[in-house]
């Protein structure tokens, strides 16, 4: 998974000093045992164990490194549906795609791990990269959390997780079609051009100059691009809540109203809920800051400046006039307030990673800043 690098800016000195003087190593000196040995004695790795061997990754382990190794326990691999059983059935080079996506070359952990970062790193799987974040609630891997961390060995760094972290195969889109109670929201982006590019290929629409004969978005607030997004996706329930029973409902409501249902759910690169946990603010970029001293996360409804170019260069405003979309990520990272909110939504359905960004299934359709009041050109 190609996923832009982010990085929180600056290092946060006070909470800094207080994870300092909280946070207790496990093993930071480096001993004589090796990964390999070390992986065969720790309790709680049968399973994992058992899926180095299958596809051959116990050998690779064997043979040098440094490597960090982010290593399910047993309950994880259950809880994923792989026991025992299944893992000796299961297809080796799937398998090996698998757990080899928890496999990172060289030493990553606290010791090398400067600051309050989210960060792409590569892995032994050649064609899905993980998201290491690390903040002061913890280490985590594509939003996973570390339960017993940074055991530093002769040739790398072993750290025990929370779950199974499955690669992604499809893009959001596709994963909104493909999910069982997300069908009205993959009807919204199919009917909203933009929605859709976004959601598909989000770097498209950032470019300078439109590709030949198609499309993108020029956001006056974004020179940067992004090349994925995180969307807060209300559920079909959510949907039915709100007044819409069916998609027929949907459909016979105006594009422009429709989009602004989503547009503000929409966020500018990849995002776990260990990003929002302590409080993230969404949209109005310029101003302050979010709690922790973090930057506020853009959005694709920011300020309502957001409109088609065509190849030709002439403005198409479609039915991407968005309503503005300012709110707040509470303390625990998963409910959502803002102005014009009544009911708080909370992320009922985390961390759906996809090649193109996150999904996190929300309780509700929720308008920040008020109700839907679609716009027109300016």
Known sequence: MKIFRLKYAGLFFLLLAAFSCTKKEYNATPNVVSLSQDIQKE???????????????????????????????????IASGFTADKISGYPADKLRDIISFHILPGRIGSATLAGFL????????????PIVTQNYF???????????????????VLHKLGAVCIPPSGDILATLDSLPNTKMAAYIFHQSLGLALFARTPATLFLP??????????????????????????????FKAYGYNNISDLAAVDTVHRTNMLAS???????????????????????????GGQQPIGNFANNGSV???????????YNLWLTNGNYEIANDGLTI?????????????????????????????????????PKGPQ
Not at 221 to 238: F, Q, R, V, W
Not at 348 to 367: K, M
Request: hydrophobic fraction near 35%; proline fraction near 6%.
């Open 43 to 77: 309790s709680g790795l049968s399973l994992f164990r058992q899926a180095l061997a299958r596809t051959g990754l116990d050998t690779v382990l064997a043979g040098g490194g440094p490597y960090t190794v982010f290593a399910p326990v047993d309950s994880a691999f």
């Open 118 to 129: 989210s960060d792409t790193l590569q892995s032994l799987n050649s064609r899905q990269s």
């Open 138 to 156: 913890g280490t985590f891997l594509n939003g996973v959390r570390v339960v017993q961390g940074n055991i530093n060995l002769a040739d790398g």
């Open 209 to 238: 100059v439109p590709p030949q004969g198609g499309y993108h978005i020029l956001d006056f607030n974004y020179a940067t691009p992004y090349y994925s997004s995180t969307m807060l996706i209300p559920s079909d329930d959510a």
């Open 265 to 291: 759910c929409i966020l500018y690169g990849s995002y776990f809920t260990a990003d929002f946990m302590g409080g993230r603010s969404v949209g109005n970029l310029g101003n302050g800051s979010s709690p």
């Open 307 to 317: 409109g088609i170019i065509t190849a030709n260069n002439q403005w198409n405003y």
């Open 337 to 373: 307030n803002g102005s014009g909110v009544s009911v708080s939504p909370r992320i009922i359905q985390p961390n759906i990673v996809t090649t193109t960004g996150v999904v996190h299934i929300i309780d509700q359709v929720f308008a920040p800043n008020g109700g839907y009041s």
